[in-house]
């Protein structure tokens, strides 16, 4: 069940990095044209910022119960093979990477979306 939390935490963070992020990042840099063909290619990212409140909520409630989920368990024991520990430490180290870089995404979403239209 963690899995599926940290799998939901993930996609939640990254389509809100796709549909306010890099719209603002490929206009900022000049790509406008390529954003164009982007939404053209893809006319699915206007449905994601035209609902970008639900999705943030959402995004924001299962990175929220990922870290969490990744809090409650940071003292679980890894198996006492130690090939199979040393697996168990690698798996956390990356599984709180992926987690750091959700929240970068999130955040960075979230900045695109909600503070810099109003600097």
């Known amino acids: 069940m963690k899995k599926v939390f940290h799998t939901l935490a993930l ?7 796709i549909c306010c992020a890099l719209p603002a ?10 954003l164009i063909g982007l939404v053209s290619a893809v006319p699915q990212l206007i449905w994601l910022s035209a609902h970008k ?17 990744r809090y409650m368990s940071r003292n679980a024991p890894c198996p006492a093979d130690p090939a199979m520990a040393k697996t168990c430490g690698r798996t956390r180290r ?3 990477l992926v987690f750091l870089f959700s929240l970068a995404m999130y955040a960075s979403g979230f900045f695109f979306s909600f503070i810099a239209p109003h600097l």
């Open 11 to 17: 996609f939640g963070s990254f389509s809100t990095l």
């Open 25 to 34: 990042l490929f206009v900022t840099l000049g790509a406008g044209a390529a």
């Open 53 to 69: 409140i639900p999705l943030f909520i959402f995004a924001g409630v299962m990175l929220t119960i990922s870290g969490v989920s």
């Open 94 to 96: 990356i599984g709180f």
